[in-house]
């Protein structure tokens, strides 16, 4: 049995692809320069962008812990969905760079061919990425052409060491509410806000509060979902692990 303790998260770096035309009627398409048509094929080559995959700290602390050994960094999702189906959609958004288109805006009238056509694309980098080598990415990606690629925020992409009290802390609860069981590091494929401690006081932020009662799976794809809930049971053990951190760290 595996506790996952999240001691680093992705960055959310999203970016917004504009691809311009010239407008005009609906009626008459050949005397207009559809910006959503030559968007299209651009959002078809983001949809298939993939990179080389490589190993974080804390993906290779989460096998040492779920298999003893570390794979190499292309073997790596194949071991973990090896091991269960939920441990290779764990792993998958860990190895690189996410992207993904998820909104796109053209025209506010049925009639009216766009001049402007604007994607978002989600974009979550690992720790120590910047926008910056996303931007180099992308642009690789989608080649030449006339579209413009503006990083419209960037928040998260932050880290804690695994070690000190605090992780103490976590392995010691652990074992004495589960004899056998172990604690792993993860990464947040999301991000929250320990970033902000991090990042403002050099805090030691852990995403941590256990759960047993609920089968992993269904608890996975109940996050920000209809009926998202969380077991009593589990309500009570998080409880019992925010006395004892306390009582560890602070006593």
Not at 9 to 32: D, Y
Not at 103 to 111: F, L
Request: glycine share 8%.
């Amino acid at each position: 049995m595996l506790y996952l303790c999240a001691t680093a998260e992705k960055m959310s770096s999203p970016f917004e692809l504009r691809v311009r035309g010239r407008s005009g009627h609906a009626a008459m398409p050949s005397i207009a320069d559809n910006a959503l048509v030559k968007a299209a094929p651009l959002v078809a080559r983001l949809g298939e962008l993939s990179v080389e995959p490589q190993l974080i700290p804390e993906v290779e602390g989460f096998f040492e812990a779920l298999l003893g050994e570390v794979p190499a960094a292309s073997e790596a999702l194949a071991r973990a969905r090896a091991v269960a189906p939920l441990a290779g959609e764990l792993v998958e958004p860990l190895l690189g760079m996410t992207v993904a288109p998820t909104k796109a805006h053209a025209s506010d009238k049925r009639n009216v061919i766009p001049a402007l056509c604007t994607i978002t694309v989600d974009i979550r980098l690992l720790p120590g990425q910047t926008p910056e080598e996303a931007e180099r990415v992308l642009r690789a990606c989608l080649g030449e052409g006339e579209y413009e690629l503006v990083n419209t925020e960037r928040f998260g992409g932050t880290r804690s060491e695994i070690g000190g009290a605090l992780w103490d802390a976590v392995q010691s609860f652990v074992e004495s509410e589960e004899p056998g069981a172990s604690a792993a590091p993860l990464c947040v494929a999301g991000f929250t806000d320990s970033h902000w401690m991090r990042e403002a006081f050099g805090t030691v932020a852990y995403g941590f509060f256990p759960s047993r009662a609920m089968d992993p799976e269904t608890a996975a794809r109940l996050i920000h979902s209809a009926n998202e809930r969380v077991p009593v049971a589990d309500l009570e053990l998080g409880v019992r692990w925010l006395r004892h951190a306390a009582q560890a760290v602070c006593a």
